[in-house]
């Protein structure tokens, strides 16, 4: 069965502490893998697409890397506006379907 | 950029009404989706759209139904609203199967 688990739930840091965010799949022939923000009371926000093992993305301070068998979401330096529920996902199969982490909770304090 | 609406952020509704949650995206994606969100279970996909005319059924169909009637537009239907679909709602659109999802702002809905 696809899945995908996230790890720490929570996490807690102060600005300019630098950490990763880790996110384990398993599926059948991975077809990408995707990174959301999401701020509370909103919509998550896309952030990147990661399709083969090797592959770096960054955005700012946030830099996602691919394996084979996981991801991780770099945070360098980070600011309280860094704030945020952080998901990651997979298709499914050929159904178009994402199969969702329960997400990272990310607050940098001032 | 992709935009996806929705039409509320907020609804207060009555168990037992009819409630219509409205999605439009303007970025002629082919597959549409409705989640809904609860703390501690998070995304749990409700139905998802390949085409117009066309729905597939997610892991919680119960007690929803939709209508895709326009390519650009993917409606949500509480047939008889209940105090346990209370959530928040959230569309996305996607352009094709197994890319990634574009989300809207979200529908934050109150059944009392």
């Known amino acids: 069965e696809d899945q995908v688990t996230q790890s720490p739930e929570a996490l807690r840091l102060q600005e300019g502490e630098s950490s990763s965010l880790n996110c384990s799949y398993t599926?059948?022939?991975?077809?990408?893998l995707f990174w959301y923000r999401q701020d509370p009371g909103k919509g998550p926000e896309f952030l990147f697409t990661?399709?083969?093992a090797g592959e770096e993305k960054e955005k700012e301070r946030l830099k996602a890397t691919l394996t084979k068998k996981e991801s991780f979401l770099h945070i360098t330096a980070p600011k309280p506006e860094d704030s945020a529920t952080y998901l990651c996902?997979?298709?499914?199969?050929?159904?178009?379907?994402?199969?969702f982490g329960q997400g990272t909770t990310l607050q940098v304090k001032p | 950029d992709v935009k996806v609406t929705q039409s509320s952020r907020y609804l207060v509704k009555r168990t037992g009404e009819k409630v219509f949650l409205e999605c439009v995206q303007d970025m002629d994606h082919e597959n549409m989706f409705w989640y809904r969100q609860d703390p501690g279970l998070g995304l749990r996909l409700i139905y998802f759209?390949?085409?117009?005319?066309?729905?597939e059924k997610g892991d919680i169909p119960e007690g929803y139904s939709v209508s895709r009637e326009k390519k650009e537009r993917f409606s949500l239907i509480l047939e008889s609203a209940s105090t346990n679909q209370t959530s928040m709602y959230l569309c996305?659109?996607?352009?094709?199967?197994?890319?990634?999802?574009?989300f809207g702002p979200g529908t934050r809905l109150t059944v009392t």
């Open positions: 996305a659109s996607s352009l094709g199967r197994g890319t990634g999802q574009y």
């Open positions: 599926v059948s022939g991975l077809r990408g």
């Open positions: 996902a997979v298709p499914s199969g050929n159904t178009g379907k994402l199969i």
């Open positions: 759209s390949y085409d117009v005319k066309m729905k």
């Open positions: 990661l399709y083969s």
